[in-house]
């Protein structure tokens, strides 16, 4: 398992945190899975529009999307979703700006 500076999740066999939560200019995105999965990633703000997807194909294992958040994104609270063909996964992104 990971030490994480931040919240985490365990669902279904997915292991999902944000590093740092709350952040001020980026994010990183951890998360591992038990199969080969097609994952949808979103970020939705909180009126729930999606400011950010990625859909992509990740082999068994753990992953690291490094700088994930787009530096431009103001201060607020956002959800991230990892879905799968199964699951969906959410976490709270908590962005703060000076």
Known sequence: MFN???VDCLVEGHHFEVIPNPFSINCDLKFSIEKSSNLNIQ??????????QM?????KGV??????????????????????EVNHIHQTLK???K
């Open 55 to 59: 859909d992509k194909q990740f082999e």
């Open 4 to 6: 994480p500076i931040s």
């Open 63 to 84: 992953h690291t999307l490094v700088d994930f958040m787009e530096p431009s994104i103001s201060s607020g609270i956002y959800f991230v979703t990892l879905i799968d």
């Open 95 to 97: 962005v703060i700006k």
């Open 43 to 52: 970020i939705l703000n909180q009126q729930g529009q999606i400011i950010q």
